[in-house]
Nanobody, 123 residues
Framework: VQLQASGGGLVQAGGSLRLSCAAS????????IGWFRQAPGKEREFVAS????????SYADSVKGRFTISRDNAKNTVYLQMNTLKPEDTAVYYC?????????????????WGQGTLVTVSS
């Protein structure tokens, strides 16, 4: 599966953005999807994940209550709605896929990655 992330941009603290991860292929519903982010000088970190059907989600503590991951398998797309953004949310955001029932929360658990989309939150 090939992934394309989009929706990043510049937003003021307290604002919102919605990222999209569009996938190619007819088996999108067979993939668990994760969102990760990497700030300058820092390691890539887990943000959120969703299982194949969309019934189970997981979040990093730092975004819980502010971010929501969802998917539309008919549109081969996963979304990350980001609300109440903070300057520390500034990073390049990546989506990743794994073709299994397991939903990893580490980068090593995913074997398909899209290019990143930059999110910048100004104070």
């Amino acid at each position: 599966v090939q992934l394309q992330a989009s929706g990043g941009g510049l937003v003021q603290a307290g604002g919102s953005l919605r990222l999209s991860c569009a996938a190619s292929g007819r088996t999108f519903s067979s993939y668990a999807i994760g969102w990760f982010r990497q700030a300058p000088g820092k390691e890539r970190e887990f943000v959120a994940s969703i299982n194949r059907s969309g019934s189970t989600t997981s979040y990093a503590d730092s975004v819980k209550g502010r971010f929501t991951i969802s998917r539309d398998n008919a549109k081969n797309t996963v979304y990350l709605q980001m609300n109440t953004l903070k300057p520390e949310d500034t990073a390049v955001y990546y989506c990743a896929a794994r073709g299994s029932i397991v939903v990893p929360t580490t980068a090593q658990g995913y074997d398909n990655w899209g290019q990143g989309t930059l999110v910048t939150v100004s104070s």
